[in-house]
């Protein structure tokens, strides 16, 4: 028997129940059908190389471009396949697809099923005592520990795979006028041999300190799994069973790996609250919030895009983004609310940008978490709640040295008026090299200032939930 596997989001061969129940019944066809749609820039380019790197693993992969029902129809009829398998997606343009798909292929008469295969957890299975969606993070994630250890993940199996030709190439992920990417390569190693790499390096080092470390992005007690598991070269139930194996041969590690799976959590409240609501990206959860006056400044967001606030942590930060893919996870939550709370500027804009230069760009994710920092989400940050990016900066990069990383032309400067070049004396500037307006901007609006109509907004939207 011939069966076709449709790979999407969970581009790796291990633990991937289609491809397993595919292998079982004989022959495999594996296939990919690019959606352009379902991409950000950034996230084109990781996809390019984890194609190739599925490809080599599989054995062979076509790679197709179109919608995914006229294309697979096709496959169908050309390569005489009787059954067609994928693991399920879950965002609401995904489902509709599917849905469709399984609907007319079951009605001509092939054998379709789709799997679990990229969440700890259905976002049905887990509800509140009384059968509903969670809007807390924390109970919802107490009630995921409550119902046990999710399934046991899949091994590799032997694979007989046929008629695959890889066309990646003519996909044209990948930038070249110009190519702004430079900077993935050295840093990044898309792939499922990549995943466990990085995994293993995690949890042998640099999970140590991770409870308190993930705040500082001067340090390196992060995971870095984020598009890796997007892209699905390694599930949550592995990461999961492989936290639990290291946790047992070193218990000291529990701690820290608590908050880490906690953090894997936070994916799987983002899907079910996508799940059960799947407007999310395009309305707030809290109506109220639809009052608030959002401030319309095409300068402003330019500004942060560039990373020229002349805040230095928010400048780094989205430096560091836009020449890696990727962003420290508490310099995002910092230049989020710096942007919504400081230049009062509609979340949609950062999670647009954010969807198009992260490589870990997961609309559940993005969309969750800057409805979370604009105070307009299920589990919400108290829009009152506003940071200040000096401060941030200080407890957070006390020495400065990711802030001179990011931001080479502020290296210079003593660390006691590193996080506020505004502050520092004339003298120690100039003996710097640092001219502000010119080499470093100023700060294109004050704290104080900024606080004050953030707040003023927010006496609309409480006014509005009167």
């Known amino acids: 028997m011939r069966s076709l596997v449709l790979f999407r989001n969970d581009l790796r061969v291990a633990d991937n129940p289609a491809l397993t129940t595919a292998a079982a019944r004989g022959e495999v066809l594996p296939v990919f059908v690019y959606e352009p749609e379902a991409y950000g820039a950034a996230a084109k380019w990781w996809l390019h190389h984890s194609l190739t790197a599925l490809a080599q693993d599989l054995g062979g992969l076509l790679v197709r471009q179109g919608e995914p029902l006229e294309v697979i129809e096709g496959l169908v009829a050309d390569y005489g396949v009787d059954a067609v398998f994928w693991n399920r997606r879950y965002e609401p343009a995904g489902i509709a697809k599917d849905t469709e798909m399984k609907?007319?292929?079951g009605a001509a008469g092939v054998v379709v099923e789709s799997f679990p295969g990229n969440l700890l957890f259905e976002p049905w299975q887990i509800k509140t005592g009384s059968g509903g969606q969670f809007k807390v993070f924390s109970p919802f994630w107490r009630a995921c520990l409550k119902a046990g250890a999710p399934a046991a993940p899949l091994e590799r199996t032997s694979l007989a795979v046929f008629g695959a030709t890889a066309e990646i190439d003519a996909l044209d992920l990948l930038p070249t006028k110009p190519d702004w990417a430079t900077g993935f390569g050295p840093v990044w190693t898309p792939g499922e041999k990549g995943a466990w790499a990085r995994l293993e390096h995690f949890l042998s080092d640099d999970i140590?300190?991770?409870?308190?470390?993930?705040?500082?992005?001067?340090?390196?007690h992060v995971s870095r799994l984020s598009p890796h598991l997007h892209f699905g070269e390694i599930s949550p139930r592995q990461i999961w069973r492989e936290v639990q194996r290291q946790c047992a041969m070193y218990p000291s590690k529990?701690?820290?790996?608590?908050?880490?799976?906690?953090?894997?959590?936070?994916?799987?409240?983002?899907?079910?609250l996508l799940f059960h609501t799947p407007d999310l990206p395009e309305q707030n959860l809290n109506r109220a919030f639809d009052a608030y006056p959002w401030a319309d400044n095409p300068?402003?967001?330019t500004a942060w895009q560039k990373g020229k606030t002349g805040y230095p942590l928010v400048d780094a930060g989205m430096r560091e983004l836009w020449h890696t893919g990727y962003m420290h996870n508490r310099v995002r939550m910092v230049v989020a609310s710096f942007l919504i709370k400081h230049l009062r500027i509609h979340w949609k804009h950062g999670m647009n940008w954010f969807w198009d230069t992260l490589l870990d760009a997961d609309l559940a994710n993005n969309t969750a978490s800057w409805q979370w920092v604009a105070g307009s989400g299920a589990d919400a940050a108290p829009y009152f709640r506003i940071f200040n990016p000096?401060?941030?900066a200080q407890k957070f990069d006390p020495n400065g040295d990711y802030i001179r990383k990011w931001c080479?032309?502020?290296?210079?400067?003593?660390?006691?008026?590193?996080?506020?070049?505004?502050?520092?004396?004339?003298?120690?500037?100039?003996e710097a090299g640092v001219t502000l307006g010119a080499t470093y901007p100023h700060p294109i609006v004050d704290h104080k200032e900024a606080r004050a109509a953030a707040l003023a907004g927010y006496d609309t939207v409480k006014s509005a939930q009167a």
């Open 208 to 220: 140590k300190g991770y409870k308190t470390g993930r705040d500082r992005p001067d340090q390196t």
């Open 299 to 301: 300068g402003h967001l």
């Open 408 to 430: 080479p032309e502020l290296a210079a400067l003593p660390t006691k008026v590193l996080h506020a070049p505004w502050e520092a004396p004339a003298l120690v500037l100039l």
């Open 254 to 272: 529990q701690g820290d790996a608590d908050k880490f799976l906690a953090e894997i959590g936070w994916r799987e409240f983002s899907h079910q």
């Open 390 to 392: 000096t401060t941030q």
């Open 103 to 105: 609907a007319a292929l």
